[in-house]
């Protein structure tokens, strides 16, 4: 399984930019996605999750209301649509997958553990300067 994360780049605060979360050899489709980041120094963090039919999502208090998940899965595909960025956003960027058995019985409440995740993409950089 690879994932392709992809979509950074340096951003001035208040801009934005679309993260793209792809697979090949694999099918999204019946697995639920997180977006987790790590910054510079800090520990991983879990940013947002969408389950396998997109119906149920959840995003991090920092995030919320600025950040957008979204899957398309016909092109076997998950985006991030992050607007208002703010330096604090900075980091590596990380898609991974999750058997939606494994998630979606608890409505997802452990979408931000990491642990509960399978295959990681190899993360893409966001910048965002002040």
């Known amino acids: 399984v690879q994932l392709q994360a992809s979509g950074g780049g340096l951003v001035q605060a208040g801009g934005s930019l679309r993260l793209s979360c792809a697979a090949s050899g694999y099918t999204l489709a019946y697995d639920a996605i997180g977006w987790f980041r790590q910054a510079p120094g800090k520990g991983q963090e879990g940013v947002s999750y969408i389950s396998s039919s997109g119906d149920n999502t959840y995003y991090a208090d920092s995030v919320k209301g600025r950040f957008t998940i979204s899957r398309y899965n016909a092109k076997n595909t998950v985006f991030l649509q992050m607007n208002n960025l703010k330096p604090e956003d900075t980091a590596v960027y990380y898609c991974?997958?999750?058997?939606?058995?494994?998630?979606?019985?608890?409505?997802?409440?452990?979408?931000?553990?990491?642990?509960?995740?399978?295959?990681w993409g190899q993360g893409t950089l966001v910048t965002v300067s002040s």
């Open positions: 991974a997958t999750a058997p939606r058995a494994r998630l979606e019985p608890g409505l997802g409440r452990l979408w931000a553990n990491a642990r509960e995740y399978d295959y």
